[in-house]
């Protein structure tokens, strides 16, 4: 029996857009980046209780408990996500604490139609005893140690995070919002140097399946900008695997709707800029 509890927001059973193949997905709560394109606001904090969702919620899903923490009753809630869009803390009450083992039953049931597992978030790295607890017991689980263990994160960890997960992890996708520190930092509240780290240390462990670039018109896309990430990256390994993944508005907070969604064009030149400077494997969506 394996007691580890992880804060998670929510799991997809099946998922081609998280890793190679079709994967499980876990979605894990709490983050250290505050994206300005962030898609999933409501992951980066944990709900503090302040209650100010109770009153937007029409169908009493959601209470204070006996503990002073808001309960959310998932049998009545109708998934309107009024809580969420009224959350100023970027939160939400939908988070549980789940085990292991509770994960491992759910996998089990979709395991004959999947390639593996991915943990995501808000930052997988932020809850690295569970996430190593939940790799571990999947190697360890015969119907289910075929599978492959992926890590979905922002990169921003201590190397020390990475040797932990390492043994049990079969790769990770790094994203990179930006090479430059000072673009990194408007992008993200935080510096991008373990980010660039994470990147060279796990490439050297073999564990980089994939870096992945966000890219904003006007934000982090000047051509000079994105010659230099190509060369810093092709140095790292030349035969790197890109997903360049232009902005999209969709879900993202207010002050993140003024910002520019790319076009075909854009794409175009910046898969250009990546595929002309190294032997790349690029793709863009």
């Not at 006996?66 to 100023?88: K, M, P, R, Y």
């Not at 139609?113 to 996430?131: C, K, P, Y």
């Not at 990169?155 to 040797?163: F, K, L, N, P």
């Not at 990179?176 to 373990?194: F, S």
Request: hydrophobic share 40%.
């Amino acid at each position: 029996m394996n007691s580890a509890r992880g804060l998670i927001t929510d799991t997809i059973a099946f998922s081609s857009v998280d890793g190679p193949g079709n994967r499980f997905v876990v979605f894990l709560q709490g983050c250290n980046f505050d994206c300005i394109a962030c898609h999933n606001p409501y992951t980066i904090n944990v709900c503090n209780d302040c209650g100010d969702c109770l009153a937007t919620c029409s169908t009493g899903a959601l209470t204070f408990g006996n503990d002073g923490h808001v309960a959310w009753n998932e049998a009545v809630c109708e998934g309107t996500d009024t809580c969420l869009a009224t959350c100023s803390w970027d939160a939400t009450p939908k988070a549980r604490s789940r085990q292991v083992d509770e994960l491992l039953a759910d996998i089990r049931r979709a395991a004959p139609f999947l390639s593996g597992i991915t943990v995501s978030g808000g930052e997988a790295t932020q809850q690295v005893e569970f996430v190593h607890a939940l790799f571990s017991a999947v190697k360890a689980d015969p119907a289910l140690h075929h599978l492959t263990c992926f890590i979905d994160s922002n990169g921003s960890a201590a190397r020390e995070v990475w040797s932990r997960l390492a043994p049990v992890m079969d790769g990770a996708m790094i994203d990179l919002k930006c090479i430059d520190p000072q673009i990194h930092h408007v992008m993200t509240g935080q510096p991008n140097d373990q980010v660039l780290e994470s990147i060279r240390y796990l490439d050297a462990l073999g564990k980089l399946h994939e870096v992945r670039l966000l890219l904003i018109p006007g934000v982090n896309d000047d051509p000079d900008l994105l010659r230099r990430t190509a060369d810093w990256l092709a140095d790292v390994d030349p035969l790197m695997r890109l997903k360049l993944i232009g902005f999209r508005s969709h879900g993202v907070r207010p002050n993140g709707r003024e910002l520019v969604q790319p076009s075909a064009e854009h794409m175009s030149r910046y898969r250009d800029a990546f595929a002309n400077r190294s032997q790349f494997s690029v793709c863009c969506i």
